[in-house]
């Protein structure tokens, strides 16, 4: 079994500049992957970068990047050059045998 | 390539009816899993579904069903629906059932029970 924590309920950022969403987990699996999605007030939920545990290269796509630390068990989202269709709820996610486990999310709201 | 589809985008019914959501994965994609979301206990599992087997299912009540079909098509029933039944079901679609593949989303149905 998986969990996920996100400590931060709410972000502020200003347009264009980076932020770090926080997440860390606990898993007694060896192999698992971790998520990143996007929600907006939509409600899709929107795939963002994934990161395997045996990957010791940080995933990056695009503006996004996951600043995986194995050994301290975070995998914290970074969001390079803010942009305002970023503002959304952010989930973290861990899998195992095929489920995928969700922290509480962080909703980010960028500013002009 | 289509993304995850799901109908109805909306749904209000009463407690006591029972409710059937569709999902339609990603063209190719042969497992499906199904979440529930409320504001209060936020995205919970309801079960998966690879190959037309149900591999795996969440902490829910027997109320809660589901199945997948041939063409990796699935459907969720709910029977007696309760208030508390009220939320947003998402439907996602894998390659596979590998705890690396990625899981797409679809648009997500909003149920209402009154």
């Known amino acids: 079994a998986q969990k996920i924590t996100q400590t931060q309920p709410g972000m502020f950022v200003q347009e264009k500049e980076a932020v770090t969403l926080d997440c860390t987990y606990d898993t007694s699996d060896q192999s698992y992957g971790l998520f990143w999605y996007k929600q907006p007030s939509s409600g899709e939920m929107i795939f963002l970068i994934y990161?395997?545990?045996?990957?010791?290269q940080n995933a990056t796509e695009g503006r996004y990047s996951l600043n995986f630390q194995k050994a301290r068990k975070s995998a914290n989202l970074v969001i390079s050059a803010s942009q305002l269709g970023d503002s959304a709820m952010y989930f973290c996610a861990a899998s195992g045998y095929s489920t995928l486990t969700f922290g509480k999310g962080t909703m980010l709201l960028v500013s002009p | 390539k289509a993304g995850v589809t799901q109908t109805p985008r909306y749904l209000i019914k009463t407690r006591g009816q029972q409710v059937t959501l569709s999902c339609s994965p990603i063209s190719g994609h042969r497992s499906v899993s199904w979440y529930q979301q409320t504001p209060g206990q936020g995205l919970q599992f309801l079960f998966e579904?690879?190959?037309?087997?149900?591999?795996n299912k969440g902490n829910f009540p027997g109320r809660f069903s589901g199945r997948q079909f041939s063409n990796s098509r699935s459907e969720m029933n709910v029977s007696t629906l309760e208030l508390g039944d009220s939320a947003l079901y998402l439907c996602?679609?894998?390659?596979?059932?590998?705890?690396?593949?990625?899981?797409?989303f679809g648009p997500g149905t909003r149920l209402l029970v009154l």
């Open positions: 996602a679609s894998s390659l596979s059932y590998r705890a690396q593949e990625t899981q797409y």
């Open positions: 579904y690879f190959s037309e087997t149900q591999r």
């Open positions: 990161q395997g545990s045996y990957d010791e």
